[in-house]
């Protein structure tokens, strides 16, 4: 952060500054590429870079240009995977978000989870097709492979973000 720049807590800077929303609007399309909601992208771009540790569902609504229905659903969509959580904020009667502390070792984590789906579907499928079909077990053999690769990439990965796991 900036010299003479502090991260307000719930109050003020940039949160419809063109290059937050931006930089939002960047994030959204990159989940919307992964097959994920764009809007739950949106909100954790703003989230990530709008300069405050914690944001009402209120101020989500009105930066984002979002519907009360669609922030509610993104905000459930991000505690779900464990990039956002509840905190408390000045007015008791309304929601503020916050992303966890390290939302890229949860990304990590997740994306663990997919790849650990894929081994088991690999050698089940390698298992299955053994006597069915060669080249399916072959082809079952090289999906194997590459997710044990990906697995040992992601656990290097997280055990270098965060050591104590």
């Given at each position: 952060m900036p010299p003479g720049q502090r991260n307000h807590p719930i109050g003020p800077p940039g949160g419809t500054d063109p290059t937050v929303i931006r930089l939002v609007d960047q994030i959204g399309s990159l989940w919307a590429q992964?097959?994920?909601?764009?809007?739950v992208g949106r909100v954790l771009g703003y989230l990530l870079f709008c300069g405050r540790s914690a944001v009402s569902s209120d101020e989500l609504k009105e930066a984002l240009r979002a519907s009360a229905g669609g922030v509610s659903?993104?905000?459930r969509n991000l505690m779900s995977i464990g990039y956002v959580h509840a905190v408390a904020g000045p007015e008791r009667r309304k929601n503020y978000h916050a992303v966890v502390d390290d939302p890229w070792t949860v990304q990590l984590r997740d994306a663990r989870t997919h790849v650990l789906a894929w081994v088991a579907t690999a050698e089940t499928a390698r298992d299955q097709l053994a006597d069915v079909s060669a080249d399916g077990a072959r082809r079952a053999e090289q999906l194997l492979a590459h997710a044990r690769l990906m697995d040992v990439l992601y656990l290097v990965s997280i055990d270098r973000r965060d050591p104590e796991r």
């Open positions: 992964h097959g994920r909601p764009r809007q659903a993104a905000v």
